[in-house]
């Protein structure tokens, strides 16, 4: 494996060692699940009175662990913590935060097939999403750090006052802001705890991690990470427990000075204005829904486009923000391509994700289990006709899991609301049109911007680069239509209601998010005018010296001025004056009397 990088593109075709690692860990895993875990608070474990049961999607009667059912005592403590560990923690150099952060991300590394193994059980990806997930975390964090070191920790000089006789000097210094909220989603519970704590921390915040509570147990994996690389008490501390309670009190707690969510855009935009209900303004960083287009032009490589639109579509059974869930094609290749989709699609295993042969996991929960049945309800209702899927599995293992179909819709006219709506669920729309133009006016026509795909030729492609509403865009990928972003890679996140920060994750400006700007002007006498000063000092100091007789003799004193004499000189002086000063009022008066003559009111 030392020649292998794993990431979302590369995962297809992984070496053997991948798969051994994660078969071993996951025997191990089964025979040790069900163990109760605490929130950890102030470097501590912190255990509730109630509790939840975490089970898998894959399995319902496998309960893979005890979790705290936090509230908002918990939540307060939490934010105390964090509040009496900053100042600290945002003195300690940033190089030593670096080191640290570095430190767990190398921890993260080493545990790959643990983690990979619980990711599957509990989130239900398969395998090789899995290791992706825990893989893109160590990179997130590692990128948060070289950007820092980078950068030198963000201390730059700017230019200096031209001021004469001193030196003054400008340093713009980036700082963080204190104690920053992260709550996480179900589907990256990883990578999208991991990227933003990283960033806090090397930035020198504290954090509060808050994840679903359907993924609880695996971000607890991930906060035993923080810990066991040294992270000192209070900088990070995580808490678990409902949205509506636990998770509403750390929204409202004005001692929160930033958060980071991940989730939809109806939670997202509620967040948004509670946080507007302050006392000052907080920075908040919103990473929301997708509504992600494929656009295949006639002059497409159909094979790379079917490839690239299943893998989007499907990977982890749609529950991603950044799925492939329409698929816009010019009428000349449509029936071609419609042809392939369905022909693959019906290849795909759907089973337990720690099968080496399973591509489709089951879905995360109930709930959206009863959303695929009542979505493909809806489909049928209005005439959409399922090329693929469109049921629930029944029969076997499936009767214990959330298991559904990959599901891909054609005949749902443009105008129906599920082109629009983010249904997070195998079930994605394929549409016809005449030309590119109506493609491109389709796929801009949503209230999302996050990602997007194009198959064509190069001078199309180039075209749909300058057209396309999205913070990721792809073109001819077979790896993936509208997926599979990598720090370093391709930095991710959202234009309008997929994101609100402008700035994209695993990139050049993600770090920066988590800090404001302080400028620090320093004037001094300059260094010359001192010496000057100093100078004239010494010399009014040192007595004169004595001249040889005959020699640079002084000039002879002129006797006094008179004082009458005097008087006579300076009336005469302000004399002149005087009628001088008449003479120039005079000159004024008489242009300012021609200048308003030719005003225009």
Known sequence: MADFKLTYGTMFNPPEDLHTGFDKAVTQLKGNLGKEYGMIIDGKDMFADEKFEDYSPVN??????????????????????????????????????????????????????????????????????????VQETADLMYYSAQMMEENDGFIKAMGK???????????????????????????????????????????????????????????????????????????????????????????????VDGATFTGSFDVGMKLYRDFAQRNYIRPIILELGGK??????????????????????????????????RVIVEEPVYDELVSRLKEITNKLVIGDPTERSTYLGPVINQGSYNDFKNYTEEINQAGGKFLTGG????GGIYDKGYFVEPTFVTDLPFEHRLWQHEMFLPIS???????????????????????????????????????????????????????????????FGGWKGSGA?????????????????????????AAASAAKSNGKAAAMRTPPKKLPKGKGKPPKKKPPVKKKAVKKAVKKIAKKATTKAAKNRRAVNSHLRVTSSNQID
């Open 501 to 525: 920060s402008g700035k994209n994750g695993g990139g050049y400006y993600y770090v920066q998010l988590y800090m404001h700007e302080q400028i620090r002007t320093l004037v001094k006498p």
């Open 292 to 325: 992600n287009p494929a656009i295949v032009s006639r002059n497409a490589n159909l094979e790379d486009a079917a490839t690239g639109i299943y893998r989007s579509a499907f990977g982890l059974q749609g529950q991603k923000c950044s799925a492939a869930s």
């Open 60 to 133: 319902t009667e496998w309960m893979l662990a005890r979790m705290q059912k936090g509230n908002a005592t918990h939540a307060n403590m939490a934010i105390a913590a964090a509040r009496k560990a900053f100042p600290a923690w945002s003195h300690t150099p940033w190089k030593e935060r670096v080191r640290l952060v570095r430190k767990a991300s190398a921890l993260i590394e080493q545990r790959i097939f643990a983690l990979g193994a619980a990711m599957a059980l509990e989130v239900g990806k398969n395998r090789m999403e899995s290791l992706g997930d």
């Open 391 to 394: 049921h629930v599995k029944t």
């Open 429 to 491: 729309t394929i549409g016809k049109v005449q030309n590119l133009d109506e493609a491109i006016q389709i796929a801009n026509n949503v209230n999302y911007g996050l990602t997007a795909g194009f198959y064509g030729s190069p001078s199309e492609t180039e075209w749909f680069f300058d057209n396309i509403e999205a913070g990721v865009t792809y073109a001819n990928r077979p790896q993936g239509a509208t997926t599979g972003a990598w720090p370093g890679f391709q930095p």
């Open 161 to 255: 006052d031209p001021l004469t006789g001193y030196d003054s000097t400008n340093t713009s210094v980036l700082r963080p802001y204190g104690v920053w909220l992260i709550v996480s989603p179900f589907n990256f519970p990883f990578a999208l705890t991991g990227g933003p704590t990283g960033a806090a921390l090397v930035a020198g915040n504290t954090v509060v991690i808050k994840p679903a509570s359907d993924t609880a147990w695996i971000v607890r994996l991930y906060a035993e990470c923080l810990r066991d690389a040294g992270i000192p008490e209070g900088v990070f501390n995580f808490v678990t427990g409902p949205g509506s309670t636990l998770g509403q009190a750390l929204v409202d707690n004005r001692d």
